[in-house]
């Protein structure tokens, strides 16, 4: 068997900083620590931050008053802000940049007086915060039905958003039906959807031809995870989504001589260079890591843990 690792794969910018902030406050202040939704969407990450003290709420009415609360990278909306200030809980705000861009944008056109159309899925974190923005102005649409069910004029203005971790080809089917039905439907200044999706999705479509079976690695409310795996299924490679090793299954390797392992955005390293080693352990697998790729991007910290770090460092 030959293992093929796809790069880039895995953590992007905006989880790196929503992890390293969780981790620099559980060093800085300890637990008890809270986060509002998942940190990032993946088990092993959470359940790792379980074990140190940290406690993960749906709600913030479930945070002590005048404890901190750390917004997961797939951001809140103005009204959990709003609730969090009324129990004087000390926010830390681990939002992604790249879902804030789209939570300007909402906020900008909605001033306008535009018609704003939501690509996205209903009830994913990320969705319900940027519709929270300008829930007057928004209408969120997961399919070409949705658009179709929608009944603007052409004196609207109009324009399209998407969330960030979409496949590229899935939006641009909503996108043409949008297009389709109302022409005069602009298009956001820059793409939503965010680098580190539009390069782990390039990769798979790129090396999932070349083998008989592909591994994402990562959890199974992961948007980025599961679109990886749609996408090498469509392009006919079968796919299969796992969080970690436990998951391998022998009865998927029958007839299989090359598997491409990639992982979403949110998905530790340790748990994809764990399963390849299973692999090689039990089928006796090559690896060969394709070429390693530096996408370049970085983010700091939130504002108020650099001001708290600063503040502690004597
Ligand atoms: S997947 Fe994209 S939008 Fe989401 S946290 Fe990573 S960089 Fe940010």
């Given at each position: 068997m030959k293992v093929i690792l796809a790069n880039?794969?895995?953590?992007c910018a905006g989880v790196h900083m929503a992890i390293d902030t969780v981790q620099e406050l559980i060093d800085l202040i300890g637990p008890p620590l809270w986060v509002f939704h998942e940190i990032v969407h993946n088990k092993h990450v959470v359940e790792r931050f379980i074990e140190q003290g940290v406690t993960f709420v749906d709600s913030i009415d479930e945070v002590p008053e005048g404890q901190t609360v750390v917004f997961s990278a797939h951001g809140v909306s103005p009204a959990v802000r709003e609730r969090a200030k009324a129990r004087s809980l000390r926010m830390i705000d681990a939002t992604c940049p790249l879902v804030t861009k789209v939570h300007v944008e909402a906020r900008r056109y909605a001033k306008q007086g535009c018609k704003i159309l939501l690509v996205g899925h209903a009830g994913h974190d990320e969705v319900e915060g940027t519709f929270g923005e300008a829930p007057d102005a928004i209408t969120i649409v997961e399919s070409p039905a949705d658009v179709e069910a929608t009944n603007f004029s052409a004196d609207d203005q109009l324009i399209y958003l998407t969330q960030t971790t979409l496949s590229i080809d899935d939006a641009n089917v909503i996108i043409g039906a949008i297009k389709a039905k109302y022409p005069h439907c602009k298009a956001p200044p820059?793409?939503?959807?965010c680098y580190a999706t539009t390069n782990r999705q390039h990769a798979v479509r790129d090396m999932?031809?070349?083998?008989?079976l592909t591994l994402v690695v990562g959890s199974q409310n992961s948007s980025n995870s599961v679109r990886l795996t749609e996408i090498s299924e469509t392009d006919g490679t079968p796919a299969r989504l796992l969080d970690d090793k436990s998951g391998l299954d022998d009865g998927w390797f029958e007839g299989v001589e090359t598997v491409l392992v990639t992982a979403g955005a949110s998905a530790p390293d340790d748990l994809v260079q764990a399963i390849v080693q299973e692999l090689a352990d039990r089928f006796g697998a090559e690896v060969e890591e394709s070429t390693p790729v530096d996408e370049g991007m970085q983010f700091a910290l939130p504002v108020t843990l650099r001001v708290m770090k600063s503040q502690a460092t004597p």
């Open positions: 880039p794969r895995g953590f820059k793409e939503d959807i999932a031809k070349d083998a008989d």
